[in-house]
């Protein structure tokens, strides 16, 4: 029996994960994550990589930070953002890989 239920999930764990999985459902999200994952940006620089608004980026930016997937520190007046750790980095990283895969098909 212990080891069925090793099987199974927490649903809590389950949830957390399904909460990840519905932040990088979004476009734009997922755009500034992947950017993120290659460097440390502004709002500004990112706003206008992806042709944005800042306000904009600004609330993707926010979402992005209570789902634990981005962090910020300061310089000077400056919000400096970056990746959290590179597991989901490297799960988009795997998905973009696999688009690009089933696009040259």
Do not use: C, W
């Not at 212990?2 to 755009?31: G, M």
Request: aromatic fraction near 4%; avoid cysteine.
């Amino acid at each position: 029996m212990e080891q069925e239920n090793q099987l199974h999930l927490n649903k809590t764990i389950l949830e957390s994960a399904s909460k990840i999985f519905k932040t990088l459902s979004d476009p734009t999200r997922l755009s500034i994550l992947y950017l993120l994952g290659k460097q440390e940006l502004n709002v500004g620089t990112i706003a206008q990589l992806l042709g944005m608004e800042q306000s904009a980026v600004s609330h993707q930016l926010k979402t992005l930070r209570s789902a634990r997937l981005v962090k910020a520190r300061r310089a000077g007046k400056t919000m400096i953002y970056s990746q959290t750790d590179d597991h989901v980095y490297r799960i988009i990283d795997q998905v973009i890989s696999h688009t690009k895969e089933d696009e040259n098909q």
